[in-house]
C-alpha cells in the first residue's frame, strides 16, 4: 500500500501539459525547482494502486535463499504458481507462464523492456540481471492489467534490482553494503557479489557488482555414451553423465544514483554485462560473448494531481556466437574452417510516461505511453569452405518500433466491490534491410526476400476488464477478461534463408529443428477468461488458498509448420513433411490455439511445537494444456501437471526447509516439431539458512536423491559433436536436469 501525497495548494497542473519529450529532457530540473517551491504535504488518503488477487511477489527471504542455488534470475520465479522454464543456457532460462513463454510475456527489468538480440534467443531480459542484484519479483499471470502489459498476450513479470535507500531524518549519512559468495558442488559453480551504498537524507549511491562461473554439469545417471567431445577435440572427454556444453561465465556491474525531496524522486542506473562464454547443451551454437551497457533514468513525482512516473532508457547488447569446448570447431573435408561466427548488435531505445489521478474516493485514472525503438543487425562472416566468401546477413537494418499509448480506469464501488476497466493501443512497424547469403548458392531465396516489400504495420488494441468482490476478510474473488496482441519478432518475420544450415541457426525454443521466417506474418491475439478465488484467515498471515482457472483463445497465434517442396538447397524436402525420428524444418505461420489450465496454491501454519520451532507447509499444483486449433496437434513445451510441497520450520536464527517437486509425464507432445516424450520424476530439495545479525549462511541439497530426470521443457541434447551439421548429432536425446548438488552461500552484511 503506497500512500498518496498532496500538496496543500495544488496549483501545478502545468506540469501534466508539458509535451512529454521536453517533461523527461526537463526532470532534472524541475525537480530542483519544485524543492523551493513544495507546499507542507499532508497524507490526505491511503490508497492502494490496484494489486490483482493473480499477482504474485517472490517474498524477500526466498530471493535471498535461492541465490545460493542459481546465477540464473529466471530461477527464482520458479515456486510461483504457473511459472516453469524452458531449458537453455545457465543464466538464460525462459519462463513460461500459462503455457506462454519467452516473447509473449511481457518481461521488465527496473521498467526496462529489453529484447533479445539473438537467433537462438540466448540473451532474454532476465539474463540481463544477477540474482544478487534481485530487489523484488511481480508476477501478473491471470488478466494483466493494461498499465503493465503491452506487446504480449500473457503474464508480465516485472523485476526489479534494490529500492535506493536513503540515510534516515537526523542520521545524516548512510554506508552500508554487502558480499557474498556461493559454491555449488554440480558444476564446481563459484560466484560472488558486492553492493555497496553510500546515502545522505537526498542523495543514494550504490554499487552492485557480481561474477558467477560454472564448469558442465552433471546428470543423476547415464544419457548418452561416454567420450569425446568432438573428433577434433580427442582429449577433452565428456563422461556419460556429464551435460556437455552447460558451463558458463558471467560478470555484472550496475551504478545507480538516485536524488530525492519529500515528492520527487530521480533515478539513474547504469548497467555492465559481460559475458565471456555460456555454453548452451540445446542449441547448435554457444555464446561466445555478451557485452551490454544499460542506461535507465527514471522519474517519480507526488503532485496535488497525482502521481507521475517518466522514464527513458537505452540498452545496447553485441553478442557473439560460434562452437565453445564441447562441440567441433573445424569444418570443411580438409578440417580447415574454423568455426561459424555469428554476431548480433542489439540497441533498445525506450521512453515511458505515467500518469496516476485520483479522481474522486471512488475513482481513478491512469494514462500513459511508451515509446520503443529498437534496431538489429545479424551478421555472419565468412569462415570458409560453403561458408565464404561473403558476409551472410541474417537480418540486416532491422527495425521494430512500438508506439502506445492507454488509459486505466478503476473505481471501488464500495468495499466490496472494485473494477477496472484498461484500453491500450499499440503501433508496431517492423522492417529489414536487403540481405545476402555467403555466396551465390543462396540467391535464389535472397533474391525472393530482397524484392517483397518487407515493412510492416501492426496496429494493436488490448482491452481488460476485471472485478473483485471481496464478500468479508476472509475471501476475495476476482475475474476478468483480456483481449492482447503481440506482433511478431524479427527472427520470426525476416530471418529468409531455407539452407539447412541456416535453418538450423534460428532456433527460439531449443529442440535442435531449423527455422525460416514469414514476412506474411500477423499478430497474434488472444482472448483470455481468468478467476481467482483467494481464501484465508483475516490476517493473511496463518492461512491462505488460492485457485486460479483460466482459458486463452489465441488468434493468429504464431506457430511452425514444416516446410516442402523446396529445391536446389533447401532443406524443405518432401522428406521433411513426413520425418518423424528426425530434426526438421518448419516455417512461422498463424494458426489459431487454446490454453486452458488452472493453478492451486496454498500455505498453512502448523503452529509452534515447543523446542523445535514454528512449522508452515506450503503448496502449489499447476496445470495447462495447449493446443493448436489449426491441426490439432499439442502445442510445443507445455509442462505436465506438476506439484511442489515444501515443509518450512523456522527455530530463533534457523531456517529450515523440505521441498518434494513431483512432474507428470509428457506424453501430449508437439507432433509438427518431433518434440519428444519425458517420463515423470519426483526431487526432494533441502535447505537451511542461519542468520546472525551480519552474516547470513545458506546450505542446501538439491536432488537430494541424485534422481535422473529429463524435464520436460528442457529440450533436445546437441550439446556435443558435429552439431553445425543436421543428422551427425544423435535425434532423440534429451537434455537431463541436474543430478545432487550441494551449496553454500555466505553473505556478510556492513
Ligand atoms: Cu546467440
Not at 503474464?155 to 557474498?180: C, D, H, R, W
Not at 547443451?281 to 522519474?299: A, E, V, W
Not at 514476412?519 to 477468461?529: G, M, R, S, Y
Not at 503448496?619 to 513445451?637: I, P
Request: with cysteine.
Amino acid at each position: 500500500m503506497k500512500p498518496v501525497l498532496r500538496t496543500g495548494a495544488g496549483e501545478r497542473h502545468r506540469f501534466a501539459l508539458l509535451p512529454l519529450c521536453a517533461l523527461l529532457a526537463s526532470l532534472p530540473f524541475a525537480t530542483l525547482a519544485q524543492e523551493a517551491a513544495l507546499q507542507p504535504v499532508t497524507v490526505k488518503a491511503s490508497k492502494a494502486a490496484v494489486q490483482p488477487a493473480a499477482v504474485s511477489e517472490v517474498p524477500a527471504d526466498q530471493i535471498e535463499a535461492n541465490r545460493t542455488r542459481t546465477s540464473d534470475t529466471a530461477h527464482l520465479l520458479s515456486g510461483l504458481p504457473g511459472v516453469s522454464l524452458y531449458g537453455a543456457g545457465g543464466v538464460s532460462s525462459l519462463p513460461s507462464v500459462h503455457g506462454l513463454a519467452d516473447d509473449r510475456l511481457r518481461i521488465q527489468i527496473d521498467g526496462m523492456d529489453l529484447v533479445s538480440a539473438c537467433g537462438n534467443h540466448m540473451n532474454p531480459p532476465l539474463s540481463y540481471i544477477d540474482p544478487s542484484r534481485v530487489g523484488k519479483i511481480r508476477l501478473f499471470a491471470g488478466v494483466t492489467p493494461v498499465s503493465v502489459g503491452g506487446d504480449s498476450i500473457g503474464a508480465t513479470i516485472q523485476v526489479e534490482s534494490a529500492a535506493p535507500e536513503f540515510a534516515a531524518p537526523g542520521q545524516g549519512k548512510l554506508l552500508k553494503g554487502q558480499a557474498g559468495t556461493h559454491y555449488r558442488s554440480n558444476g564446481d559453480g563459484v560466484g560472488l557479489n558486492l553492493s555497496a551504498t553510500y546515502a545522505t537524507e537526498q542523495m543514494s549511491l550504490r554499487y552492485d557488482g557480481s561474477t558467477a562461473k560454472a564448469d558442465d554439469y552433471k546428470a543423476g545417471d547415464v544419457f548418452k555414451p561416454a567420450g569425446a567431445a568432438a573428433t577434433d577435440k580427442p582429449t577433452r572427454w565428456l563422461p556419460g553423465d556429464v551435460v556437455g556444453s552447460s558451463s558458463y561465465k558471467t560478470t555484472n556491474h550496475a551504478l545507480a544514483y538516485a536524488l530525492r525531496n519529500e515528492n520527487h524522486l530521480v533515478e539513474m542506473r547504469l548497467g555492465l554485462q559481460d559475458i565471456p562464454y555460456q555454453n548452451y547443451p540445446n542449441q547448435r551454437m554457444d555464446m561466445t560473448g555478451n557485452d551490454s551497457h544499460q542506461f535507465n533514468l527514471r522519474y517519480q513525482g507526488n503532485y496535488a494531481w497525482g502521481q507521475l512516473q517518466a522514464r527513458a532508457y537505452h540498452e545496447k547488447t553485441r553478442h557473439s556466437m560460434n562452437y565453445g569446448e564441447d562441440k567441433q570447431y573445424w569444418y570443411g573435408p580438409a578440417g580447415n574452417v574454423p568455426g561459424m561466427p555469428m554476431d548480433t548488435e542489439g540497441k533498445t531505445t525506450g521512453l515511458r510516461v505515467q500518469a496516476e489521478l485520483p479522481l474522486s474516493a471512488r475513482d481513478t485514472l491512469r494514462v500513459g505511453s511508451e515509446l520503443q525503438n529498437y534496431r538489429l543487425d545479424d551478421w555472419w562472416l565468412p569462415s570458409g569452405g560453403g561458408m565464404a566468401p561473403n558476409t551472410f546477413w541474417n537480418i540486416r537494418d532491422g527495425h521494430r518500433d512500438r508506439f502506445d499509448v492507454y488509459g486505466e480506469w478503476e473505481a471501488r464501488w464500495n468495499p466490496q466491490w472494485l473494477s477496472q476497466i484498461g484500453l491500450r493501443s499499440s503501433h508496431v512497424r517492423t522492417n529489414s534491410g536487403a540481405v545476402q547469403g555467403y555466396n551465390n548458392s543462396y540467391d535464389m531465396d535472397a533474391n525472393a526476400f530482397n524484392a517483397k516489400d518487407r515493412k510492416r504495420s501492426d496496429s494493436n488494441i488490448d482491452l481488460t476488464a476485471l472485478a473483485r468482490y471481496t464478500p468479508n476478510a476472509n475471501a476475495s474473488y476476482e475475474f476478468g477478461f483480456a483481449h492482447k496482441t503481440r506482433s511478431p519478432n524479427l527472427y520470426e518475420r525476416y530471418t529468409w534463408s531455407t539452407g539447412g544450415m541456416a535453418m538450423r541457426m534460428i532456433n527460439l525454443v531449443g529442440e535442435g529443428n531449423g527455422y525460416v521466417g514469414n514476412p506474411d506474418l500477423k499478430p497474434e491475439t488472444a482472448n483470455t477468461l481468468s478467476a481467482t478465488a483467494d481464501w484465508h484467515d483475516a490476517t493473511g498471515e496463518r492461512w491462505g488458498v488460492k485457485f486460479t482457472p483460466y482459458l486463452t483463445y489465441v488468434n493468429n497465434y504464431i506457430d511452425a509448420k514444416r516446410c516442402g517442396g523446396g529445391g536446389g538447397m533447401s532443406a524443405c524436402t518432401n522428406a521433411n513433411l513426413t520425418a518423424s525420428n528426425a530434426f526438421v524444418y518448419l516455417r512461422y505461420l498463424n494458426q489459431d490455439a487454446r490454453l486452458h489450465g488452472f493453478d492451486l496454491s496454498g500455505f498453512t501454519d502448523l503452529g509452534k511445537h515447543g523446542q523445535w520451532g514454528q512449522f508452515t507447509l506450503s503448496g502449489v499444483l499447476s496445470y495447462v494444456n495447449g493446443k493448436n486449433r489449426t491441426t490439432g496437434d499439442h502445442l510445443y513445451n507445455i509442462l505436465p501437471l506438476n506439484a511442489r510441497v515444501a515443509l518450512t520450520q523456522r527455530l530463533g536464527a534457523w531456517t529450515t526447509s523440505a521441498e518434494l517437486q513431483v512432474v507428470d509425464g509428457k506424453t501430449r507432445v508437439n507432433a509438427e516439431r518431433n518434440e519428444l516424450t519425458t517420463a515423470g520424476y519426483g526431487l526432494v530439495n533441502l535447505r537451511a539458512s542461519y542468520e546472525w545479525k551480519q552474516v547470513r549462511l545458506d546450505f542446501g541439497i538439491d536432488n537430494l536423491f541424485d534422481r535422473f530426470y529429463n524435464h520436460p521443457q528442457g529440450g533436445a541434447y546437441v550439446g556435443q559433436g558435429r552439431t553445425m551439421a543436421g543428422t551427425a548429432v544423435p535425434w532423440g536425446v534429451r537434455v537431463p536436469g541436474m543430478g545432487r548438488s550441494f551449496n553454500v552461500g555466505v553473505t556478510v552484511k556492513f
